[in-house]
């Protein structure tokens, strides 16, 4: 994934080199150091923007960008392009790119927060996304674990987590109650959908679970039809991340 972080750094810069490229004016161009070190972030503003906007309820008027850690020692402004990018692919997938990302984000009329900090609590660099829905605000957290050079989802909203942001994914949130995750295991065993990892947060104030499942393939909508008819489940969300 670190790999796919520069390739996607260095698409972004050859697309500025081209003068002919439309919108490309508001890109910021990067050195090669900055290419290395921001690029894997960048891939991970996009997965966590594409989370984000398949998670939350409502179309989505604001985004916030949080960068955090040494990350910041460097031009961070190709993160927010990310979750733009990221965010805005749920919608437009066959019209945005990390080129045009900011210019339709205006078009839209999305408000665009960024904001960064030096100091990164618990982790060498942190990345926050927020997404506001008129009354609906969802955040996602991810960093990169140095020597892994792997991405991960390490909290949504006030679970702390640790999930894959790749692939097929199941959102569940539950009541915090003995048997729930073997209930969803059986619901997605039943429907021939296998499990490949799982991460669990539990809201202890609010007895309050929230599950990120990776799984096989796409949760089709019968199956989480019958995963919410369970008096347990509160919510459950088929998520894709390209």
Known sequence: QINVGIMIAEQVIDALEDREVRNAANMPRLDPETRKEVGPFIRLA?????FCAQLIKGNVEKIEIQCQGDITRFDVSPITVGALRGALSTVMPDTVNFVNAQFLAEMQGLKVESSSSSEATGFTNLVKVILTAGENTLSA????????????????????????????????????????????????????????????????????????INVDRPVPAEVIKELKSNEPIIAARAITIR
């Open 46 to 50: 996009d997965e966590l923007g594409q």
């Open 141 to 212: 957290s991810g960093t990169i674990f140095e020597g892994q050079e792997i991405s991960r989802i390490v909290g949504v909203d006030d679970y702390v987590i640790e999930a894959r942001p790749y692939g097929n994914i199941l959102a569940v949130r539950n009541k915090d109650q003995p048997g729930v995750v073997g209930l969803v295991g059986t619901v997605l065993a039943k429907n021939g959908i296998n499990i490949s990892d799982m991460s669990l947060g539990s809201n202890k104030a609010k007895k309050i679970s929230l599950e990120i």
